[in-house]
């Protein structure tokens, strides 16, 4: 397997170093919260209360009310007191001197965000006070057929009681709402995540989960009046929140998806619908404890799914697992603080989904930078691999043009070998062997040595780049055979169209084009003592027509002039065209019908 970047390993253990540090600072703050001397503030006093018996409830419906007494001195006087109770259940009367100077509600159940009442602080003014003793009297009512609590209480001056109430407050109030901000922003982020990546179905269910819990702990929520006197609607969310980590869990883990996967909704969705229907005793009594079961079970079922990835290697599922199974401590302490099985004066549960969503952060980063990491390789992989196309590419082409221009060497060197030997060859033979006879044939010698400078100016013509362009080409033809035609006392009209660049033609082509114009020619001016030539060129629908007409007596029946009519057909069929030829005592007309063609 292949080790990770260096850049995605440094990142990972900055990662885990500041959740470390985060984590440490949270359990710090919680710790200092929950010390019962409240450390440097030692001028706080705890009051030892003398506990009167509990008045019963005479029905299951009616509140219990646990009532307390104690005695301050009068030392404080006459500065104004103040009397803080960290933790207590439900509702909270207290009176000086018998006279009534506050009261605190706070029922913990109607508190979406937390899992245990806020602190609450009674001001005691200094004109209740009196010099010795002063009699406090402090009445608990439980709500709902809850048995009341109330932990340890403390009293001093009124500015010392602020103090630690605000550190209280921010523990128990701010700092689960700056949570619930952190919350809301992660689930806006793996809800993008999940809508750009439908596969990255964990972010999709995580963000589920952010949004059950965040809509229970919104401080919105209670203004909203949905909640009963005694029953926090809202609160059934959090099983249901549950079920959706577990769903995030086997996502997270790999683990498939079956029928049986959504069972984990059924029993949210069963204690919802009793919840409608039940009065704030059966509430507090049975479905309370059942949803406190549901929500463990679906967290320890998350648990155990993230362990089975964890031993599969899946990337993040040991740190979710191990973040999973903290929070759990977390939220057993919660219970058995709320159960009052354990003492303590706040709940730690909410400040302590920060673990899981410093988790998902770790994930999302370790993700990202991996991708990061991985688009970089890929990056570099591509890079690499497109020099060496690229110099394959290059070497293919250096081959490819040299083999081209070896060809087209070689064919030109063909084509001129068979050019010299067919045209220019023939007529030099000829003068050859009329030289040889010295019996006075010097015209036939100037014939055919005007043959083959003809012949041979059409090969160097031939090989003039005209660009595929055939009207140069003849009107470089029309350059060199108009002295001819003004000596033999002959006029040229000269009708070349708009051929445009429909047609290309290669040097082999044109040459072909201008021997049959030149034979045409030298038919003429032998043969048939014509007064006048037309040479015309139009572009037709199928491709080119080629026009030679005269005004002379016609074609002759001699052996050369048929020789040159055999040559002008064969040389048609070379350019895949055709050859028409009329000839009448008005005089000859000749048609070259030539296809449109590939260059060669």
Known sequence: MRKAPVMTRTVGAGVMIAAAVALA?????????????????????????????????????DPQVYHCRADIAGSYAPADLALLAPVFRDSLVVAANGVTVGQARLNQWQMPGRLATLPAMIAIPRSLLRPGRNRIDIAVTGLAGRTPSLGRLYVGREAEVIRKFRQLWFVAEVL????????????????????????????????????????RGSPIIPALGVDAPSISY???????????????????????????????????????????????????????????????GNLLAAAVVLAGGWRRGVPGARLVCLCTILFMALVAHDVLLLLQVIEGQIAIARPGLLVLLIAMITLMINRFTGAMAELDRTADTLRIRTAEIEAQLRRADLKLRQQREMTIL??????????????????????????????????????HARAALADMRLIIASLEDYGGDLAMALGAWKERAEPQIVAAGMILHWQIGDLGDTLQFGPAQVLDILRILQEALTNVIHHARAASITVGAFLL????????????????????????????????????????????????SIVLHVPLVQTR
Not at 237 to 247: C, E, T
Not at 282 to 287: P, Y
Not at 434 to 439: C, F, N, T, W
């Open 234 to 296: 809202w609160s059934l969310l959090v099983p249901f929140s549950s079920a959706a980590y577990l769903m995030f869990a086997r996502a997270l883990a790999g683990a498939p998806f079956r029928g049986r996967s959504w069972l984990p909704w059924s029993g949210p969705v069963l204690v919802a619908a009793a919840a409608a229907f039940a009065t704030p005793v059966v509430a507090t009594r049975f479905l309370m404890p059942i949803g406190i079961m549901i929500i463990g």
């Open 541 to 588: 629908a199928d491709g080119l027509a080629l026009t030679f007409a005269d005004d002379g007596d016609g074609l002759a029946g001699s052996s050369r002039v048929g020789r040159g009519l055999a040559n002008m057909r064969s040389r048609a069929n070379v350019l895949g065209g055709e050859l028409e030829i009329t000839s009448t005592s008005a005089g000859t």
């Open 176 to 215: 689960p709402t700056l949570i619930l901000g952190g919350q809301a922003a992660l689930a806006l982020m793996c809800v993008t995540i999940w809508n750009r990546r439908r596969r990255e179905a964990a972010f999709g269910w995580f963000a589920l989960v952010l949004c059950f819990d965040t809509l």
């Open 25 to 61: 600072i949270l359990l710090a703050m919680l710790m200092f919260a929950q010390t019962a001397d409240f450390g440097e503030l030692g001028s706080l006093d705890a009051l030892t209360c003398q506990t009167l018996p509990v008045r019963p409830a005479t029905t299951r419906s």
């Open 410 to 447: 070689a064919q030109e060197r063909a084509r001129l070998m068979r050019d010299l030997h067919d045209g220019l060859g023939g007529d030099m033979v000829a003068v050859l062997a009329l030289a040889e006879r010295s019996d006075g044939a010097g015209p036939e010698i100037a014939f």
